[in-house]
C-alpha cells in the first residue's frame, strides 16, 4: 500500500483547505484510515478515523470544522474555520489487518495565519 497526500497551502485564519491522499495497492484488508498531524516542535496526534463500515471520529479540537471522506481509493479531508493552531503537517495513515503493517503518506503541510 502506498499514500499520496497533497492539498496542503497556506490559508488566512477562518479560510478551507482540502487534503487528498490517494491510495494505491490492496486495500482489501486496510482498515481504519486516519489522518494525523505534526504541529511545529509537537508529537503527531490523531485528527480523524475512518472505519470500515464508514463511522467517522475526531478529535475535540476539529469536531465541526473537519469532515472526513473517502471516495474509493482517495481519502480526504475537509478543514474549514482554519485556526492557527491547525498549523501542522498532515499525514494520512492506514492500518493493513491482514498483515499488520502501518503504511503513512508523505505528510502535506497547513499554514494557518492569524
Known amino acids: 500500500v502506498q499514500l499520496q497526500a497533497s492539498g496542503g497551502g497556506l490559508v488566512q485564519s477562518g479560510g478551507s483547505l482540502r487534503l487528498s491522499c490517494t491510495a494505491s495497492?490492496?486495500?482489501?484488508?486496510?482498515?481504519?484510515i486516519s489522518w494525523y498531524r505534526q504541529p511545529p516542535g509537537k508529537q503527531r496526534e490523531l485528527v480523524a478515523v475512518l472505519t470500515r463500515t464508514g463511522i467517522t471520529d475526531y478529535d475535540d479540537s476539529v469536531k465541526g470544522r473537519f469532515t472526513m471522506s473517502r471516495a474509493q481509493n482517495t481519502i480526504y479531508l475537509q478543514m474549514n474555520s482554519l485556526k492557527p493552531e491547525d498549523t501542522a503537517v498532515y499525514y494520512c495513515y492506514a492500518y493493513d489487518r491482514a498483515s499488520g503493517s502501518d503504511y503513512w503518506g508523505q505528510g502535506t503541510l497547513v499554514t494557518v495565519s492569524s
Open positions: 495497492g490492496n486495500m482489501v484488508n486496510v482498515s481504519p
